[in-house]
């Protein structure tokens, strides 16, 4: 049965009482070079542990299957079902947030000894992956200025370090859409968008969509302190990063501003949809003008 999808379809279904998720890829989203890699590392995780849903083979033991269709194809994968329910908001607690923070940093410390598998594709850089590559034929020619701006920070991110506590095979979507919790456990699944990025970019991003994706009239600074000192309590029994690494959240968070201004742009009717329609008019002058989403000194939480 058809249970949702957005750059995917995913279908859940039942064999021997266990429940799974299958997920159908067009190649114009992914290559199968592209989705073996994402899966392997899955299998890794899952493998040590990791509070992932576990992909499973197929009858010809294999992780993903590729269903040609005349010059392109289709790509099958299936996972066990996450247990438990998406979380929201009134989840939000101490404990909630340490946990959703030692989770982010588990599979961080995970990352850094993961090597690609025999006969694997190494995963694309975050730069490589279609989103970045594709951005400006999203934008009508009117917008072009926001690319220019994208490709900027795109630069100054380049120029940070990359070192094995530093930069790895990261989600880069850790959002609250994509795990389930269970009696305090966290689930977490959709690794498609996976890739070769700055550790510090996964937090950057779940804080961006926490505080500014949709903002409403609470203290941003506090906001953001409710969220992160105890996420950070959980984040540090896991891994380490350090004061600078946490300062770049700021570029990191301002990269995820405009990449989902393009999302829209490429995905929804901008003049036309609610929400999109509404994000663009918010965000447009600022990433024009390049305005930092905040000034908060991030490092607070690292010794």
């Not at 064999?15 to 290559?31: A, F, G, L, W």
């Not at 329910?85 to 404990?95: E, H, L, M, V």
């Not at 600074?221 to 380490?240: R, S």
Request: glycine letters at 6%; charged letters at 25%; a negative charge.
């Amino acid at each position: 049965n058809l249970i949702g999808g957005f750059e995917n379809f995913i279908y859940g279904f039942t064999k021997n009482e266990q429940s799974y998720v299958m997920r159908i890829s067009h190649s114009d989203h992914r290559t199968y070079e592209q989705t073996q890699a994402e899966l392997d590392f899955v299998n890794y995780l899952a493998d040590l542990g990791a509070n992932v849903s576990p992909p499973i083979r197929s009858i010809d033991g294999n992780l993903v299957e590729k269903i040609p269709v005349e010059n392109d194809y289709f790509m099958a994968s299936a996972y066990i079902k996450a247990e438990g329910r998406r979380a929201n908001t009134s989840d939000f607690g101490p404990q909630f947030l340490f946990t959703y923070g030692k989770s982010v940093g588990l599979l961080h410390r995970l990352a850094k000894t993961y090597r690609t598998g025999k006969d694997i594709h190494k995963r694309m850089d975050w730069d490589e992956e279609t989103l970045y590559v594709k951005a400006s034929s999203f934008l009508p020619e009117e917008e072009q200025i926001i690319y220019d701006k994208f490709v900027k920070w795109i630069g100054i991110a380049n120029g940070f370090e990359r070192t094995i506590d530093s930069f790895g095979l990261i989600h880069t979507d850790y959002h609250m859409g994509n795990f389930f919790i269970n009696d305090g456990k966290f689930t977490v699944f959709d690794f498609d968008d996976c890739t070769y990025m700055w550790f510090v970019a996964d937090l950057a991003i779940i804080l961006y969509y926490h505080v500014f994706f949709n903002p409403t009239e609470e203290d941003e600074n506090e906001k953001i302190d409710l969220f992160m000192k105890d996420f950070m309590k959980g984040y540090l029994t896991e891994n380490v990063l350090s004061k600078t690494e946490m300062n770049h959240m700021h570029t990191f968070m301002k990269l995820r501003q405009y990449l989902m201004y393009m999302v829209f742009y490429r995905s929804t009717d901008v003049h036309v949809d609610g929400f999109p329609k509404c994000f663009v008019e918010r965000n447009r002058g600022s990433l024009i003008d390049e305005t930092p989403l905040t000034t908060y000194d991030f490092s607070i939480y690292v010794d």
